[in-house]
């Protein structure tokens, strides 16, 4: 149980680290193109989202 707790805490910061990089993004929207090139949304968002919907925390971040 503790395991799982904090790999949920591990994401739910580095989703928020995305976020603050997304607030600085440029008038170029550079950091946004580089997140879109790597398939941030795809490959790890989504099924963020839809493997761990029940985690109110970490779903509401990732939402964000």
Same mark, same amino acid.
């Given at each position: #149980? %503790? $395991?799982? !707790?904090?790999? @949920?805490?591990? !994401?739910? %910061? @580095?989703? /928020?680290?995305?976020? #603050?990089?997304? #607030?600085? *993004? ?10 879109? %090139? $790597? /398939?941030?949304?795809?490959? *790890? ?5 839809? *493997?761990?919907? %029940? /985690? @109110?925390?970490?779903? *509401? !971040?990732?939402?964000?």
């Amino acid at each position: #149980r %503790e $395991a799982v !707790v904090d790999e @949920t805490f591990r !994401v739910s %910061e @580095t989703i /928020k680290d995305l976020i #603050r990089y997304l #607030r600085r *993004d440029d008038e170029n929207h550079e950091i946004r193109r580089h997140l879109g %090139e $790597a /398939k941030i949304l795809q490959s *790890d968002l989504l099924p963020i989202l839809r *493997d761990h919907w %029940e /985690k @109110t925390e970490l779903f *509401d !971040v990732v939402l964000r």
